[in-house]
Structure formats: C-alpha cells, structure tokens
C-alpha cells in the first residue's frame, strides 16, 4: 500500500481524534493558552507590581510608572526580558502569584518563611523608616521611642510596627492614607511622622511642603528597614538567574540618581531639555516689544514688594524664561483685582499669578502650570478642620476678591462670603474676630502669619467645594493676541531643570517661622564676633540733625526721632552700645564716616548716596518715605504727574531725588531750594504752586510752620529709601547691620512707624489756637493721616496711579537707547548669566566731557545734537547681540556686555574714545568737537559676586577719567 493510500485512510481518524481533544480541553483554554504562550516566548516575563504604592509604582494616566518600574525596565533591558505588568493591590498580586499565574512578584521582603516557597533575587533598595519633621518647628534628637512621647505623633494605620510603638507607650494619631499624614504635619496639627523616607519625602515634594525633612531614622527595634527585591517561583530556577544576575550589574549610582529623581521631582528628568526657538519664534520675540506683566504686591513668597524691588518664587521663573528667550519683562506690581482689570483692558500683556478656568479662557492664554497651591482655611480655633464643603456651612468666610473659586465659594456659602482687596486686611479681620475663617493659597497664608506674628491662627484644611480639593495651578496668562508667545513660555519652563526648580522653591518656599521669644537674637560668625570684641561692643554714629520725624538731634545732645528707634532695636540684637558723635551740618556727618571717625549713618537717603560718596556702602533699605506734591487746598488732587507740566514746583536742592525727577519728568518747571521750610512758605504765598518732599517731614513741617492752608494733592512715584551706610572698608560691620535688619519684623516697624510719623502729626499742635483752626485743621489732619497710611501701603508702584497704568517706556525718547528703567531690568539679568558662564562682565561709564560748556555755548538743541551723535557712535561701535546701552540721565551713557576677552574690551574702549575725539558734529554753521571719559570694570563674576560692585567699579574709575584730566580710559577691579 502506497503512502499517499495510509495516510488518506487515516487522516479522518486523526481529525476526528484532534476535534474531540479540543472540545474535552475547552475548560482550560486560558491555562493552555497563556502555558503555550509562555512555551512560545521564554523572553516574556509577567510580573506583578502595586497599584498605589508611590513613587515605586502606581498606574495612572501615564501607565504603569515608578522607581521599582524604572529598576525593572532597566533589568529587562540588560537581560533581554520582556516585562509584563499586572498591577493591583498586593493582596491581589502574591495571591496571583501564588496561584502560580505570574513569574514574578516586585517590591517583596526575604523572609525565612517565603525563603521555603520562592527563590529572592539580591535587594535592589532599602526602604528606610524614619521619623519626619517641620523645621519651622524643628524636634530635639530623637534616639529613641521615648523621645517623641512629649509629642504629637503620626503614624500609618494598621503598619507592620504599630506593636513596637504600641509596647513603647506611644500614643501615634493614626491615618488611613500617607498623603494625609504628611498634610497633617505640613498644617501644624501634629509634631512628627513615622514612615518611609522616598514614600513621605515624595508626598512632601508634590505638595511643596519644602520644609518637611527627615529627623532621624526611626528608632524600631531593628525593624526601621525594608529590602525591596524580586521573588520569583521555585521552579524557575534559570529566571531567578536572568533577574538576579541583570540586579548585579546596575551601576549603583544610577540606582541612587534614580532614587533622588523620583524622590525629590517625581520622575522627571535630572536635566534639561534643549531649548531652541524656532526661526518663527525668533521673529515674534524680535517683534514683540516689552511685555508688561502684572505681579501680585502682597502675594508672598510667590510675588511680593520688597522695598520697590519686586521678588518671590514667580519672580525668579520669569527672570529664567527672561534669560531663556530673550524676551524683555516691565513688571507692574499691584493688587489682584486691579492687575486683572488692567489685563482685560490690554493695558497689561501678562498675568502672572492666575489660574485657568473656562471663564477667564474668553480673554486669556495659558502656559502649562509652573507651580501647584494648596488652597486652606485658617482659623482662630486649633481644632477646626475642613473636611468637606459641609464644615463652612455657617461660618463668615474671608477670600480675595476676583479668586477663581470665588462663583463657587458663593454658591456654598452665599453672603457669608467676604471679599477682600488685601490680604493682610484679610488676616487681620480674622484675627479680631469679624470673620471666622480665611481662605488662602497655603505658602501666601504662612507667609501673612509670619510677617504678622499672627501665631494663634490655625490650618483648618484644605478647601473642598463639591467633593473637589481646590488647588490653584499657577500659570502665566496672555491676552489673547499674544498667543504666539505662549508656546514659546511653555518650552522655557519644560527648558527649567527640575534641580533648578527645586532651588527656586527653596529659596521661597522653605523660609522658616520666626519664634516670637527668638526674634531679638541673631547668630554671629566668628569674624563677627571678633569685629564686636575689638570694638568693646561700642558703635559710634554721626546724623542729621534737623531731619525729623526721621532723626534729629535734641536740645541736649540726644539723638532722636525714627533712627533713634531703630538703633534701639539693632542695640538688642547686637549686644552692642551706640554712641553719637556730634556733627554740625549733613556734609560733616558724610565726612567723618569717610574719615573714620563714626562707625554708620543710621539713616540715610539711598537714591544718590553713592554716587556723590563712592566710599560708603549701604545696606539695604529698610524703610521707603513716599514722595508727595503739596499745594495750596484750594489745588485739586492730580491723577497724573504730566498734569503739572509748566506749573512751577518747588524741590529741595538735598533731596535724592532731584536728578531723577529731572530726567523722568522734563516738563516740570523745578525750582531747587534751599530748605524745605522756604518752599512751603511759597506755596503758601502763591508763588510755588507745588513743592515736592517726603511726606513724612513735609507733615511735620506744616505744623510747625503752622501752616493750615497747604495740603497734599497727589504722590510723585519716585520714593525715597532709607539705608544704613558704612565705610567701604568695613564689609563686616556691613554684614552684621544687614543680619540685624533682618530680624525687624512687622510689629516693630509698625510701631516705628506710628510713633514717629503718625503721632508726630499731633504732638506739636498749638492747642491755643485749636478753636480759630479747628475746621481747616481736621481737614489737614485727616488728609495727612490718610496719606501716611495708604501711601505706605502703595510703596514704589511706579506703574500706576490711582489704579490707572500709564504707558511704560523703556526707551530714551532723544537717543533711541535704552533708559534707566530698561537698565534696571536688565544690567542684573545679564550680570547673572556671565556668572553662571564665568564669562568677563563688562560694564563701562561714559561721560561726555565739559557738556555744559556745549549748552551754554550753543544752547540745548545743540546739545541735543551731541547726545544724538554720540549716541549713534556708540550703537555703530557695540552693535552685536551680548551688549546693551542705556542714556543713564544727562550727557551719561552705560554700557554692559558679556565679552570673551578682556583685553579686547579694553581695546574697544579705546577705539571709541578715539572716534568720539575725531568725530566733527555738524550744528547749524559750526562745527563741534566732544571728547569723552570712560571708567570701566571688566571681570568675570564668581558665585559671591554681586553687580553693584561693578557698576560702583566703573562709576569710581570715570572719576578716576576726570580727575587725570578727561577724554581717556580708566579700569577699577570690582571690590
């Protein structure tokens, strides 16, 4: 019989014998199936990982993710294995695979019983127990159980180690969920926490709970560390193999980088992404001009005035995209609902502290988020808690005017709902009692009560509005013809490394609650320290005698007025005795810093200070006086400066401010005098229709001038600062006074404030003559008493008056270069990349020489004429994209670069002065001849440096210029 003949006779056989296999296997089809699978593909590995265990794995709308996921696709990779996740609680999971339905299980202890039933891989991670604290409310060495029993301790409910706590006598407050217990230490409502060091770390991250750091390892008996491995079946001995041997050679500083990675920045990469605009993108920050962006005033530590200098967390991430793109910032600073009044008008091109929501999508263009908030309720009570929308049923609730959660606070709560302009008015409500809570972003809130000494305020919790935690996601916010810029913002914040991130945030997130009882201390170095004992703890200081309520000096010799408190004030932090050393006039005291003979000038205008002294330094401000107009009170109030154009105003010929009020304001008609007394007494007169001062000593003059038909009519936006100033060639004594005014907290300054310029108001009235006066008096009283006080609070918003932004210009009018206020924006930004390139900073200062001989010569058009010229010279001669020139006010200009060589900026210099001295500028029938004096500084800047030494560098050597006798180039280190 043929083949072909056996097998087409029993072929029928076989397929009926195959049918009926098939059929009596179908209950075990899945089995057969994923065996047969398995067969198919050794390669394939099915491992069983936990769904909500972060940061080492969870499942979310990115998919599986973690540190123990990023670990096994790093051994799949070296192993050649294909890694199959089941994810699932991990009750689920050892069940499964138990059952013998997965190969392997991830994150598993050794322990001696398993060791019987599966093969352990080597440990990959050790999971650390500690025990975690606030240090804004730090904890004393934790060495054992016993030491946090003085504590409110938390810790997780039904964990492996509640017996050790429980044998201990450890009363924990136990919670459900980690995220919990990590708020509730972040809120104040317990002292410490007890748990995994990644897991509480990464939580705390995510929250921007920034001050939240580990204490000490948890004192368990032994039992504060977990090994994380893999555990594979006991009959696959040559996949425990593959796993083990591919653990083995993972480089154990990418297990720790891995770690820190998902620990402190929740997986996203160390480094940054390369940011590259495109050639479109190029064009539009080509074309766009500079882009207002409005800044909460009072929205610390995100966005807050510091002293007319804008700062905060926000501040620094727009100074990065600044740097980033290329793109020119003009901040305008104020409250929230005039900001966003000005945004939907188009009066500003960028919100920078706003959230999305559908409404606000009409009239504005998102970024992607740059920050998360947490949005809480504080209360006078320490046992309120927000739980749920339910618990402000009832209640009288605080919240700023225009929040994006505001429409549906209201809902909840209806007129119970109280909007505020400003959030100190805000705290202070809740603190007398007129509503019982507050709604606020959590950084802002802590902010208020550490700036207030408000210490018996509370976190309730987080707000809850319709079964909805509430967060603000902070973003920037364009008009919407804008919109080309937003993704060009949203790749320069994908550009900001998470490293560079984390320091902003710690910058303005981890500032630590100030003590009450510890505010009058500081801590010395031992330099300082050194400094102090050499001067026998004696301070000698000189002072303006006649410049009260600011300082003067008394019949009897004694120092007096705001200074006067202030050196009280510093006397308690530094242990140390001021002395005053007697001066005649303001130009004595200047003198005898300089000669050595006082140690500072408590009190001193900060405007102009250094350039007519380049040898004191200054600290920082630490009280700004607002510039006021006075005229007579038949004068109505001005909204804007431009309205006093060819009204001849008297100024002070001392006043700091006189060169800028010049520049900034062409068409004011000054007269300069000699005191402000002579001044007053002409508006009085009618010859003066404004005088301009400060109006802290304007007011007091008034009174006792007895002067009661002068009043302010409005505020000029050019404030005067005062500082301490010291000898240059004391750095130390410097930084000791600077350690020092930083401890000033609110309430004093508060109190400074209202003994020396409010109630000065009244102490020297003639109550003689109260009843002819009365009437006229109040009126003069009142104004004054307002201004004092709103004035204070509208400190250096330049941009506004009464709440109406006027157009900033960053460019000189005359020359087309940039002015002062493009120099401010720019000449740190710059300084701050050449740092962190370590590449030469130049900046040089250009005068142009006997300039008033030019305009009384040939008169100020011709002047005019030169400035052009020079100007034009010096836009030809440094026209490449690293340097900047600014018209710094008069015949000065500056100029500020980042060069690659300093010899060739030498150079440069040279050949410019060499151009201007052979330039011929044609003006009517003459012919005019300029020759100009340089003074540069050139290096390149270390991490300590800061710009101001080179600008006072290249200032003092134009001086150096002059005094050799002009038209030549001078160089000064920085100091």
Same mark, same amino acid.
């Given at each position: ?11 029928? @056989? ?25 067969? /198919? ?40 294995? /294909? ?70 301790? +938390? ?52 929250? +921007? ?31 425990? *193999?593959?796993? %083990? ?28 992404? !390369? ?35 804008? !700062? ?10 600044? %740097? ?9 600073? %104020? ?31 998102? *970024? ?6 947490? @949005? ?37 709560? +209806? ?15 809740? !603190? ?110 000189? =002072? ?33 005795? #001021? ?5 005649? $006039? ?12 006082? &140690? ?28 006021? @107009? ?63 001062? $400060? ?127 493009? #120099? ?24 142009? &020489? ?20 020079? =100007? ?42 060499? /151009? ?34 080179? #600008? ?24």
């Amino acid at each position: 019989m043929s083949l072909l003949a056996v097998l087409h006779r029993f072929i029928p @056989v076989l397929v009926l014998l195959l049918a009926q296999l098939v059929l009596l296997a179908t209950p075990n089809v899945a089995i057969a199936s994923a065996n047969e699978n398995r067969q /198919k593909d050794l390669n394939t590995v099915s491992i069983g990982v936990v769904a909500d265990n972060e940061p080492y794995s969870s499942f979310g709308a990115n998919g599986t993710e973690g540190f123990s996921i990023d670990v096994l696709n790093e051994i799949g990779r070296i192993s050649g294995l /294909k890694m199959v996740y089941r994810v699932g609680s991990w009750s689920d999971i050892f069940a499964a695979f138990q059952r013998g339905e997965l190969d392997a299980v991830d994150e598993i202890s050794w322990r001696e019983d398993r060791a019987k039933k599966m093969l352990f891989t080597r440990p990959y991670h050790i999971r650390q127990t500690i025990v975690m604290h606030d240090t804004r409310r730090p904890l004393p060495p934790i060495n054992s159980l016993e030491d946090l029993k003085p504590f409110r301790v +938390g810790s997780l409910k039904d964990i492996y180690y509640s017996s050790v706590l429980q044998e201990a006598g450890l009363e924990t407050t136990e919670y459900s969920l980690q995220p919990e217990m990590v708020q509730a230490l972040s809120f104040g409502w317990i002292d410490a926490i007890i748990g995994p060091e990644v897991t509480l770390n990464y939580f705390a991250r995510q929250k +921007g709970f920034v001050n939240l750091e580990v204490a000490s390892p948890a004192p368990l008996n032994g039992q504060d560390k977990e090994d994380f491995r893999i555990a594979v079946a006991l009959d696959q001995p040559d996949l425990h *193999t593959k796993l %083990d041997n591919a653990l083995g050679q993972i480089d154990p500083q990418w297990l720790e980088k891995l770690r820190i990675r998902w620990q402190e920045f929740g997986g996203r990469p160390l480094s940054s992404t !390369q940011f590259e605009l495109s050639p479109s993108q190029k064009a539009t920050i080509r074309q766009q001009g500079p882009l207002r962006v409005g800044l909460m005033r009072d929205y610390a530590p995100l966005s807050f005035d510091n002293e007319g200098k804008v !700062q905060g967390l926000t501040v620094d991430v727009l100074s990065r995209i600044a %740097d980033l793109t290329g793109v020119r910032i003009v901040p305008v600073v %104020d409250q929230w609902h005039n900001l966003i009044e000005l945004f939907k008008r188009g009066e500003i091109d960028v919100m920078a502290n706003i959230s999305d929501s559908p409404e606000r999508r009409s009239f504005a263009r998102f *970024t992607a988020p740059y920050h998360y908030v947490s @949005v809480v309720g504080f209360s006078r009570s320490p046992d309120k808690r927000l739980n749920s929308t339910a618990d402000l049923e009832g209640l009288k609730v605080g919240y700023g005017t225009g929040i994006f959660y505001e429409d549906a606070l209201k809902q909840h709560v +209806g007129d119970n709902a109280i909007a505020f302009s400003d959030q100190a008015s805000m705290f202070i409500a809740l !603190q007398n009692g007129q509503v019982d809570l507050v709604l606020a972003a959590l950084d802002n809130g802590n902010h208020w009560l550490r700036e207030m000494g408000l210490y018996n305020l509370h976190i309730a919790g987080e707000l809850v509005l319709s079964d909805q935690t509430v967060r603000e996601d902070l973003r920037f916010a364009f008009r919407s013809e804008l919109e080309p810029l937003v993704p060009i913002f949203n790749n320069a914040l994908s550009a900001i490394a998470p490293a560079q991130m984390r320091v902003i945030e710690n910058r303005w997130l981890g500032a630590a609650l100030i003590n009450p009882a510890s505010t009058n201390t500081i801590t010395l170095t031992e330099t300082e320290q050194a400094y102090l004992e050499s001067q026998g703890h004696k301070l000698v200081f000189c =002072a303006n005698s006649n410049w009260m309520p600011l300082q003067g000096v008394s019949g009897d010799g004694a120092h007096t007025g705001l200074a006067s408190d202030l050196l009280n004030h510093l006397s308690e932090r530094l242990s140390v005795e #001021f002395e005053h050393y007697p001066t005649q $006039t303001w130009p004595e005291a200047l003198q005898a810093l300089t000669n050595g003979q006082c &140690d500072l000038l408590p009190a001193v205008p900060a405007s102009d200070t250094l350039d007519k002294n380049p040898n004191i330094t200054l600290t920082e401000a630490y009280y700004t006086l607002p510039t006021v @107009v006075l005229g007579r009170i038949e004068s109505p109030f001005f909204r804007s400066v431009t309205e006093l154009h060819g009204k001849p105003i008297g100024v002070s010929n001392h006043a700091a401010w006189v060169k800028d009020l010049n520049l900034q304001y062409p068409g004011l008609d000054l007269t300069q005098h000699a005191s402000e007394q002579d001044g007053l007494r002409k508006v009085q007169n009618g010859e003066l229709y404004g005088y301009v001062g $400060t109006l802290a000593t304007t007011s007091l003059l008034l009174q006792e001038l007895e002067i009661n038909d002068v009043r302010v009519i409005g505020r000029i936006p050019m404030d005067t600062s005062l500082a301490i100033a010291v000898n240059e060639k004391d750095p130390t004594l410097a930084a000791l006074l600077e350690k020092a005014l930083a401890t000033l907290n609110a309430a004093e300054r508060n109190e400074m404030e209202s003994r020396w310029l409010a109630l000065a108001l009244e102490e020297k009235v003639d109550y003689t003559l109260l009843w002819k006066l009365l009437a006229v008096a109040l009126v003069v009283f009142a104004v004054l008493v307002y201004w004092n006080r709103k004035l204070r609070r509208l400190n250096k918003e330049l941009a506004l008056a009464n709440h109406k932004l006027a157009e900033i210009s960053t460019t000189d009018q005359l020359t087309g270069l940039g002015n002062r206020t493009y #120099f401010e924006q720019t000449f740190e930004t710059l300084f701050d990349a050449c740092r962190t390139t370590q590449t030469p900073y130049l900046v040089a200062m250009i005068d142009a &020489d006997h300039f008033k001989h030019i305009n009384d010569e040939w008169g100020h058009e011709a002047g005019d004429t030169c400035l052009i010229a020079l =100007a034009n010279i010096l836009k030809s001669h440094y026209s490449d994209s690293n340097s900047e020139i600014v018209r710094f006010g008069g015949e000065e200009f500056v100029i500020f670069s980042e060069v690659s060589n300093e010899m060739l900026a030498k150079q440069q210099l040279e050949i410019l002065r060499s /151009k201007v001295e052979n330039m011929k500028i044609a003006f009517e029938t003459h012919t005019i001849k300029l020759t100009v004096s340089i003074g540069y500084c050139c290096a390149a800047p270390q991490a300590n440096s800061l710009p101001q030494q080179w #600008f006072r560098a290249a200032d003092r050597a134009l001086y150096d210029a002059k005094d050799a006798g002009r038209n030549r180039v001078m160089q000064r280190m920085p100091t």
